[in-house]
C-alpha cells in the first residue's frame, strides 16, 4: 500500500484545548517562519480560523504542506498536513511528516512569544492518511499498514510501551491514535527517528 498525504498531530500537555490557549500570538509568529524560510516547504499564507470551535486554529498553507495548531475534536496540537506525494517507501515518508511535525513543534515551544504556553505531552501522537483512495478506512488497511505502523511507532517510542486504537467509522479518513505509557520529549522523539 502507498501511503500519502501522510498527518500527524502532537498533542499539548494537560489535554488544553483551544478555549484554554490565546492562538493570536501564533499568527506573527507563523508570518515569521514563511520570511525566515524556516521549514523544507514553500510555505506561502496564515490562515486564521480561530472563530470555528473544534477547527483547525491557525493555519500555515504551503505549497507540499501546511502546518496548523489545531483543535479539531476538541484536542489542540500541532499539525502536519502533507499535500504532495513524495517518494522513498512508506517509512521514510512517515518519518519525514513526524520529524516536520516535531521539528514545528520544538520551534513553538522555544518561542519568546509564547512564554512557554505551548508545551507537547510527548506521548499522544495522531496519524492519518488525507486519501480516501489510496488509503480507505477499512478493516482490510488497517491489517495492510499494521506491520509497518508499528515499525514505526517501535522506532518514534523506542523502549516506551504505547497502545494504537483506530477509528473504524468509514466516513472518517483512516487514521490511529497512539499513547505512550509515558511522555517521550520531543528531542528523544526527533533523535529516535533518525537512529
Not at 492562538?23 to 525566515?36: A, E, M, S, V
Amino acid at each position: 500500500m502507498n501511503l500519502q498525504h501522510v498527518n500527524v498531530k502532537l498533542l499539548v500537555e494537560n489535554g488544553a484545548n483551544g478555549a484554554d490557549i490565546d492562538l493570536q500570538p501564533l499568527i506573527p509568529i507563523f508570518n515569521n517562519w514563511i520570511k525566515d524560510h524556516v521549514f523544507e516547504e514553500l510555505l506561502l499564507d496564515v490562515a486564521d480560523y480561530r472563530h470555528i470551535p473544534d477547527g483547525p486554529g491557525v493555519m500555515i498553507i504551503g505549497h507540499q504542506a501546511d502546518y496548523s495548531v489545531d483543535n479539531t475534536d476538541n484536542r489542540l496540537g500541532v499539525r502536519y498536513n502533507r499535500k504532495t506525494p513524495l517518494d522513498g517507501t512508506n517509512d521514510q515518508r512517515l518519518r519525514q511528516a513526524a520529524r516536520a511535525a516535531l521539528l514545528a513543534c520544538q520551534r513553538l515551544e522555544s518561542e519568546p512569544a509564547l512564554q512557554g504556553r505551548l508545551r507537547f505531552n510527548g506521548r499522544d501522537v495522531e496519524l492519518f492518511f488525507n486519501d480516501r483512495l489510496l488509503v480507505p478506512n477499512t478493516d482490510a488497511t488497517r491489517e495492510a499498514i499494521r506491520p509497518e505502523l508499528k515499525t514505526f511507532f517501535d522506532r518514534l517510542f523506542r523502549r516506551v510501551d504505547y497502545s494504537i486504537s483506530h477509528a473504524a467509522d468509514p466516513r472518517r479518513l483512516f487514521g490511529v491514535t497512539v499513547r505512550a505509557a509515558q511522555p517521550v520529549p520531543v528531542t528523544t522523539l526527533l533523535a529516535n527517528l533518525d537512529s
